[in-house]
T-cell receptor
Framework: GAVVSQHPSRVICKSGTSVKIECRSLDFQATTMFWYRQFPKQSLMLMATSNEGSKATYEQGVEKDKFLINHASLTLSTLTVTSAHPEDSSFYIC??????????FGQGTRLTVV | AQSVAQPEDQVNVAEGNPLTVKCTYS??????LFWYVQYPNRGLQFLLKYITGDNLVKGSYGFEAEFNKSQTSFHLKKPSALVSDSALYFC???????????FGGGTRVLVKP
């Protein structure tokens, strides 16, 4: 079946630094990847949609300069949280789809900014 | 605009009893409906989906869901719950397969032995 892998699963970084999260589709080519953020005990909030080779489309209220998304290949998208602050601490989840099929989710990344 | 409502924050059920997790949706066109399960500190695992066809959809781990167009509902069911079914369940809708999903708030299921 379709497998989406996220790395790292957990990361702790210091306030003011940047951290990169990778999302890979292991056995299919992902034309579109989605990035979600999940606060404790809350639902998933879509942050942005990225299509391979083009700029990401950010949802309203999401700072594109803070959350940099790169979808350079059909199997890899990255989310970089720049100048991280404690309020950026969250669970970040990516999903990927190929063409018109359903999306498959990564296992998530727990980011803690100290 | 599309939206999903899961009216129950938590559902408690005894092991072996039927489990139902409610979901209602709103979408402008034909809905594509999904159920996912999430275990602590993990991503989402796909359970089942409704695109078209039979209103009763069977999915993974013995779960099923019934699409009811008139009531705009897509409730998740399992005839006999297991303790291992304790998790967070999300209903989601999109207007086309593979388009961005809108998630409900989630329902925590607690199955007691």
């Amino acid at each position: 079946g379709a497998v989406v892998s996220q790395h790292p699963s957990r990361v702790i970084c210091k306030s003011g630094t940047s951290v990169k999260i990778e999302c890979r589709s292991l056995d299919f080519q992902a034309t579109t990847m989605f990035w979600y953020r999940q606060f404790p005990k809350q639902s998933l909030m879509l942050m942005a949609t990225s299509n391979e080779g083009s700029k990401a489309t950010y949802e309203q209220g999401v700072e594109k300069d803070k959350f940099l998304i790169n979808h350079a290949s059909l199997t890899l998208s990255t989310l970089t949280v720049t100048s991280a602050h404690p309020e950026d601490s969250s669970f970040y989840i990516c999903s990927a789809k190929q063409g018109g099929t359903e999306a498959f989710f990564g296992q998530g990344t727990r980011l803690t900014v100290v | 605009a599309q939206s999903v409502a899961q009216p129950e924050d938590q559902v408690n059920v005894a092991e072996g009893n039927p489990l139902t997790v409610k979901c209602t949706y709103s979408v402008s066109g034909n809905p594509y409906l999904f159920w996912y399960v999430q275990y602590p500190n993990r991503g989402l695992q796909f359970l089942l989906k409704y695109i078209t066809g039979d209103n009763l959809v069977k999915g993974s781990y013995g779960f099923e869901a019934e699409f009811n167009k008139s009531q705009t509902s897509f409730h998740l069911k399992k005839p006999s719950a297991l303790v291992s079914d304790s998790a967070l369940y999300f209903c989601a809708v999109s207007e086309a397969a593979g388009n961005k999903l809108t998630f409900g708030g989630g329902t925590r299921v607690l199955v007691k032995p």
